[in-house]
């Protein structure tokens, strides 16, 4: 969206066009343009309306209903925080008895409202002018949220006492960065601000190596339903867990945390497949927390390199979906061919983990027959490759 369309939609006329649009549907896009145009609308309105009617269906999995009320820019979406995780973020601030938050780095604005919904007083700042003039209308229900259009690493701070920033990880071409330094702001200009006020959160795409995290940071990745969406960063009152490494899982609606004990990640010895098969959820993992998992369940690892654990005895954990084992054999083609048509299997789910088998293509060599339905695990098993046929408990 440009300034002329954001323009255009800021007008009553404009806003009340919106307002009106059905439900965003991508067959009738074409067919309702024409008609807006027809009845003698600004085609500028019509495109931006119908873009933002786009781009709200689109935001309703990350911000349900608040979507409904908000404006977007497509990267803004692309790199907004969901309502749940923000409402997370939020509660950290606001138990750690902070008063005032800079986000530097606010996009359209959705973890400024998370902070201003808990009765936060947030100074927001984006660098770029037509995001910023988003933000401050994504916020405009909040009396205490202010939204400032500029570098975020040179507001005054003289009366924050508390830091954010999300910062941004694509080019303008969508391509992804992995490099923290070529971050905008990079990551070490940011955790300079620390100096001068230690409460600092940040949130980072969930790769990063835990190499490049720093020692007095706790760094805790984040799943909802099982699909792994960031890692935070936090420093100070911030964190009250301390320097370390766990995992938050929003599984329903709950949210369930993974953390070391005592002595930090707990290791775990491999060993023989048992009656059950556990696979951690992604954010476990990326924690480096595995073992922990097996530690819960009651487990050991297949293998030292895999992240699936095994038990004899079922131990249910939110930090793993927990599979009931089948049947185990050694990795072959002609062998899982044979197993899956004696028993009429046409529909078959691959996970794989520690393989370079490609499922797609194993799918098409195995040429599948039948109604019945099962799922087969391709990994390592103490250093050899098998298959595991297993079932979800």
């Not at 067919?31 to 689109?58: C, F, H, N, W, Y």
């Amino acid at each position: 969206m440009d300034p002329a369309g954001l323009t255009a939609l800021l007008a009553p006329e404009g806003w009340a066009l919106l307002s009106a649009l059905p439900p965003y549907d991508e067959k009738l896009a074409m067919t309702i343009s024409q008609r807006l145009r027809d009845e003698g609308l600004d085609p500028v309105l019509v495109a931006a309306a119908l873009t933002q009617s786009r781009l709200r269906a689109k935001a309703h999995a990350k911000l349900g209903d608040f979507a409904d009320g908000m404006l977007f820019t497509q990267a803004g979406l692309e790199q907004a925080t969901r309502l749940e995780v923000g409402a997370h973020h939020a509660r950290r601030y606001r138990d750690a008895g902070l008063t005032h938050v800079a986000d530097l780095t606010c996009g359209i604005g959705a973890d400024a409202m998370a902070f201003a919904g808990v009765g936060l007083r947030v100074t927001a700042s984006d660098v770029d002018e037509m995001t910023a003039a988003i933000a401050t209308v994504n916020l405009r229900h909040f009396p205490e949220a202010v939204v400032r259009h500029g570098d975020g690493l040179t507001l005054d701070l003289a009366d924050v006492d508390g830091l954010y920033a999300d910062p941004a990880r694509r080019t303008g071409r969508g391509t992804r960065i992995f490099d923290p330094a070529a971050y905008a702001p990079s990551l070490d200009s940011v955790l300079a601000l620390r100096a001068s006020v230690p409460a600092l959160g940040l949130k980072l795409g969930p790769g990063i190596p835990h190499a490049a995290l720093p020692d007095d940071a706790h760094a805790q990745w984040v799943s909802v339903d099982g699909d792994v969406v960031e890692v935070g960063l936090w420093f100070g009152p911030l964190a009250p867990e301390g320097p370390g490494r766990s995992a938050l899982l929003l599984v329903g609606g709950q949210a369930h945390v993974v953390a070391p004990g005592p002595d930090g990640p707990a290791l775990a010895d491999a060993g023989p497949v048992g009656a059950y098969l556990y696979e951690p959820d992604g954010a476990v993992i990326r924690a480096g927390l595995v073992g922990d998992v097996a530690q819960r369940v009651g487990g050991r690892l297949v293998d030292t390199t895999i992240a699936y654990v095994t038990s004899d005895a079922l131990r249910r954990d939110p930090s793993a979906t927990a599979y009931r084992v089948l049947d185990t054999m050694p990795f072959g083609l002609k062998r899982l061919r044979t197993y899956l048509r004696e028993r009429g299997v046409g529909r078959l789910t691959i996970k794989k983990r520690g393989t370079a088998v490609v499922p797609e293509r194993l799918r098409k060599q195995l040429d599948l027959r039948g109604d019945a339905e099962a799922t087969i695990v391709l990994t390592r098993v103490a250093g050899h490759q098998q298959i595991l046929v297993v079932e979800v408990v």
